[in-house]
């Protein structure tokens, strides 16, 4: 549907990635107990209201976006599972995305989330054919006890044919999504989902998260009841130090906190968010940041679906000063391991950090937490350990 492009010839701090957009699909197969996005179980009476409500959203955003000075160069398609949805439904998204936001040039990255369990050989050939460039896999783990732990549908053996279906499709950005930390997952296990990474050649990115309990998840339920037995961070400090030196040897490098790629191949949208750039968000729970503005379109999917409200409405809405802007730009960029730029943020805000953080910034210089090379201030091994404590400090 998006004529081809060749994305590696788009650098990452390319003004190409002056906006993008993202669609959330809400369903899934079942909740896993670690996930607090918005999904529900998937049936098709409530993909086909969603499709009616969601293109109707994409022409009220159409018109918001023409009033303001800046073009969408990437789009992400999450969830949920979108592959869960039809490939007819999928195609009229993708088609009337094409008509509002890209009809004199394709997105520089096309992106669409998938499980193992609800990927095919057709409908990732039916992908490449609608345009999309990246495809993003949900393993979460490579060992049977780990998937599990973690509640997944899906066993190592479904894992690795998705992602050799998607090699067969021609993709040749294939991202995985790992989990660590994971209750009582063992060094020795671990190390054997490492192992079975090394042997996946077509995977060009990885994203390798740690468990994070949060609030109105079922682990969460099982924390607060005494019942999760969660690792302990000693433990979670080795495993990342397996886990960065491991990927650096199989050729990924490490450009942000939990993300890893092959040369060329770093995920564009994902790093406009982590620049603080412009972005529009589709269906319920999508966040849209048009500064100064922010706001997120309701959670709940039946207000979401009711055709009674007109517009979509909005969860919650503000509205950032310049310095608020500027503190974020800060934070988030830190995240990136090239940091973010001293110049950029002077051009960008009329700020400098230094003077605006005075000894607080030489402190945590001092303290070896944070580091300066060539313009860009950067989170150090150091302070990537202890990212959330550094950065409380900066907001």
């Known amino acids: 549907m998006f004529s081809s492009f060749n994305s590696k010839l788009i650098t990452q701090n390319s003004t190409l990635l002056s906006g993008g957009l993202y669609i959330h699909v809400p369903f899934c197969r079942k909740k896993c107990p670690y996930c607090d996005f918005l999904s529900i179980p998937y049936s098709k009476e409530a993909e086909a209201k969603y499709l009616k409500r969601l293109l109707g959203e994409l022409k009220e955003k159409k018109r918001l976006v023409a009033k303001r000075p800046?073009?969408?160069?990437?789009?992400?398609?999450?969830?949920?599972?979108?592959?869960?949805?039809?490939?007819?439904?999928?195609?009229?998204?993708?088609?009337?995305?094409?008509?509002?936001?890209?009809?004199?040039?394709?997105?520089?990255?096309?992106?669409?989330?998938?499980?193992?369990?609800?990927?095919?050989?057709?409908?990732?050939?039916?992908?490449k054919e609608l345009g999309f460039s990246r495809l993003?896999?949900?393993?979460?783990?490579?060992?049977?006890?780990?998937?599990?732990?973690?509640?997944?549908?899906?066993?190592?053996?479904?894992?690795?044919?998705?992602?050799?279906?998607?090699?067969?499709?021609?993709?040749?950005?294939?991202?995985?999504?790992?989990?660590?930390?994971?209750?009582?997952?063992?060094?020795?296990?671990?190390?054997?989902?490492?192992?079975?990474?090394a042997t996946l050649k077509a995977v060009t990115h990885i994203s390798y998260y740690e468990l994070t309990i949060e609030e109105n998840t079922k682990f969460y339920e099982l924390e607060s009841l005494g019942?999760?037995?969660?690792?302990?961070?000693?433990?979670?400090?080795?495993?990342?130090?397996?886990?960065?030196?491991?990927?650096?040897?199989?050729?990924?490098?490490?450009?942000?906190?939990?993300?890893?790629?092959?040369?060329?191949?770093?995920?564009?949208?994902?790093?406009?968010?982590?620049?603080?750039?412009?972005?529009?968000?589709?269906?319920?729970?999508?966040?849209?940041?048009?500064?100064?503005?922010?706001?997120?379109n309701v959670r709940d999917l039946n207000l979401y679906l009711d055709p009674g409200f007109g517009e979509i409405p909005i969860e919650w809405e503000e509205s950032l000063e310049n310095e608020?802007?500027?503190?974020?730009?800060?934070?988030?960029?830190?995240?990136?391991?090239?940091?973010?730029?001293?110049?950029g943020l002077e051009m960008r805000y009329g700020i400098n950090p230094f003077d605006y953080y005075g000894q607080t910034l030489n402190e945590l210089m001092e303290d070896n937490f944070l580091g300066l090379e060539n313009d860009h201030l950067f989170l150090t091994k150091k302070g990537r350990r202890v990212a959330n404590g550094v950065l409380s400090k900066l907001v």
């Open 70 to 127: 800046f073009n969408l160069k990437t789009l992400y398609v999450g969830g949920g599972t979108p592959s869960v949805l039809s490939l007819e439904s999928i195609t009229k998204i993708v088609e009337a995305v094409k008509e509002a936001f890209f009809r004199d040039r394709p997105p520089v990255e096309a992106t669409i989330e998938c499980n193992p369990e609800s990927s095919s050989l057709k409908s990732f050939k039916k992908f």
């Open 324 to 343: 608020e802007s500027f503190r974020e730009t800060l934070v988030i960029g830190l995240r990136m391991v090239e940091g973010v730029s001293i110049k």
């Open 227 to 296: 019942r999760l037995e969660v690792l302990n961070q000693d433990t979670l400090w080795e495993f990342t130090e397996i886990i960065e030196d491991t990927l650096k040897k199989l050729g990924f490098t490490q450009y942000e906190i939990s993300n890893f790629a092959k040369p060329g191949h770093e995920a564009r949208h994902n790093t406009g968010y982590w620049k603080n750039l412009p972005y529009i968000g589709l269906g319920p729970s999508a966040v849209s940041y048009l500064p100064p503005r922010r706001w997120m």
């Open 136 to 197: 993003s896999i949900g393993v979460q783990d490579l060992t049977q006890r780990g998937l599990d732990a973690l509640d997944r549908p899906h066993g190592v053996i479904e894992a690795k044919n998705a992602i050799e279906l998607a090699k067969e499709a021609g993709f040749e950005d294939i991202s995985i999504d790992l989990i660590f930390g994971w209750p009582t997952q063992s060094k020795e296990e671990l190390l054997t989902t490492l192992d079975l990474v």
